[in-house]
């Protein structure tokens, strides 16, 4: 099976704008769970999703936000940008939502 | 709220050592726990994982990891260290999707 899949690998934004992240899970599962992962904070839990409904969300502001297609794939959107977003943002699938499986990341790097 | 501590951030030994990475959790009700590795310029990969049973649990790569329910412990182990097994290692713990990680131990295995 192909793992879980993440695009754009790398990304550059401007403080202030805002960013969509994609996330292909595993065939075959239905969960999806967001992580940010910083040297200061380590890994931190963004939200998860399950069949399209949100089930769990972590402690992030409004300006995090997500949502799951009825295919399983996940985007993760973050609005107004500030430089203290810049992270690895990672993606986990399940089947669901216990043993987790994470891709390698996508890299934003807020200026 | 739960957490997870890894009791050490840093360790360094040498090739053919015992390695042993210690951590403990907060949790009152049933823990499903996990072990994940990142390798240098990888993405994060399951080790091994504990939901109930036998709480020695076996993983791959030769490690291994002992619950004690009266410790709140899942330490994680392997007889005898490799170069490759240079990398960081997180302890976690989920709750309805959430993966509660500890802030990772890094580990240099010299040659």
């Known amino acids: 099976k192909a793992g879980v899949t993440q695009t754009p690998r790398y990304l550059i934004k401007t403080r202030g704008q805002q960013v969509t992240l994609s996330c292909s899970p595993i065939?075959?599962?239905?969960?999806v769970s967001w992580y940010q992962q910083t040297p200061g904070q380590g890994l931190q839990f963004l939200f998860e999703?399950?069949?399209?409904?949100?089930?769990n969300k972590g402690n992030f502001p409004g300006r995090f936000s997500g949502r799951q297609f009825s295919n399983s794939r996940s985007e993760m959107n973050v609005s107004t940008l500030e430089l203290g977003d810049s992270a690895l943002y990672l993606c986990?699938?399940?089947?669901?939502?216990?043993?987790?499986?994470f891709g390698p990341g996508t890299r934003l790097t807020v200026t | 709220a739960q957490s997870v501590s890894q009791h050490n951030h840093h360790v360094i030994l040498s090739e053919a050592a015992s390695l042993e990475l210690g951590c403990n959790y907060s949790y009152g009700g049933t823990v499903n726990l996990f072990w994940y590795v990142q390798y240098p310029g990888q993405h994060l990969q399951l080790l091994l994982k504990y939901f109930s049973g036998d709480p020695l649990v076996k993983g791959i790569k030769g490690f291994e990891a002992e619950f004690i329910k009266s410790k709140f412990s899942f330490n994680l182990r392997k007889p005898s260290v490799q170069w490759s097994d240079t990398a960081e290692y997180f302890c976690?713990?989920?709750?309805?999707?959430?993966?509660?990680f500890g802030a990772g131990t890094q580990v240099v295995v010299t040659p």
């Open positions: 999703y399950f069949s399209e409904t949100q089930r």
């Open positions: 986990a699938s399940s089947t669901s939502g216990y043993e987790q499986y």
């Open positions: 976690a713990v989920i709750n309805w999707g959430k993966l509660q």
């Open positions: 065939s075959g599962h239905r969960s």
